[in-house]
């Protein structure tokens, strides 16, 4: 999942970036109201992360804009916005809430709290992840980076991890090499690069044992699709 997280304390924002990319998360982060309008206007994230001082204007004001559709060029009708702040009053929160906000979470906070609260929004997509995936013989725990196809665990790379992840939030969907991109790698990433090919070919390697069938199917020129069935051509 693409995590934006929009936060002007250097390293807040580094550790965020830090422990989320070792959850799995494809993380950007900018710490102004305007890099984040940049960067919405780019990627559709599903879930940002909002701090409300920032140096050019209000967190408030960014999630209003969000919500109205004012981000020119922005694509966030599934965004899930979760607003972090040392703001404690209820009026803060209820004023969060109000201008757009799915969630509010008050620093200082534990990353484990902060991973909940952003798969219980996700949930509320229903192309999102809950935090246990059961599709076919494969189960994928997110909360415990565990994933088993019938009784053998999997080791797995973090991106083979996510990529998992999304295509078992979206089974017997075709998703696009470039939607994988978008949603599970971050704004460094090269999109001239194989690098999605080549990460969803070791997946399929690796959900495949001796005398299994694969799950994962490649549609040639379009993407790829895990079967609800279990089983791929």
């Known amino acids: 999942m693409r995590v934006l997280v929009v936060e002007d304390e250097d390293g807040l924002a580094g550790a965020l970036r830090t422990g989320l990319v070792r959850e799995g998360y494809a ?20 879930i940002v992360l909002l701090d409300l001082n920032l140096p050019d204007g209000s967190g408030y004001d960014l999630a209003r804009e969000v919500r109205a559709g004012q981000v020119e060029g922005a694509r966030v009708p599934d965004t899930r916005i979760l607003m972090l702040t040392a703001r404690t009053a209820l009026r803060d929160r209820v004023r969060g809430l109000d ?63 996510a990529v998992l992840r999304y295509l078992m939030s979206r089974p017997d969907h075709l998703v696009s090499a470039e939607e994988l991109l978008e949603h599970v790698w971050d704004e460094n990433a090269d999109p001239f690069t194989q690098t999605v090919r080549v990460t969803v070919g070791t997946l399929r390697r690796k959900l495949t044992a001796e005398g299994e069938a694969p799950v994962v199917e490649t549609v040639i020129g379009r993407g790829y699709r895990l079967r609800a069935g279990g089983e791929a051509s």
């Open 99 to 161: 201008e757009g906000a799915d969630d509010y979470l008050v620093k200082p906070f534990a990353l484990q709290e902060l991973t909940a609260r952003m798969r219980a929004l996700l949930r509320r997509d229903v192309r999102a992840e809950s935090s246990v995936l059961t599709v076919g013989e494969v189960t994928l725990d997110s909360s415990r980076h565990l994933v088993r196809r019938g009784g053998r665990e999997l080791s797995l790379t973090l991106k083979e991890f």
């Open 27 to 46: 993380v950007d982060v900018a710490g102004t109201c305007a890099g984040a309008r940049e960067r919405l206007a780019l990627t559709e994230y599903d």
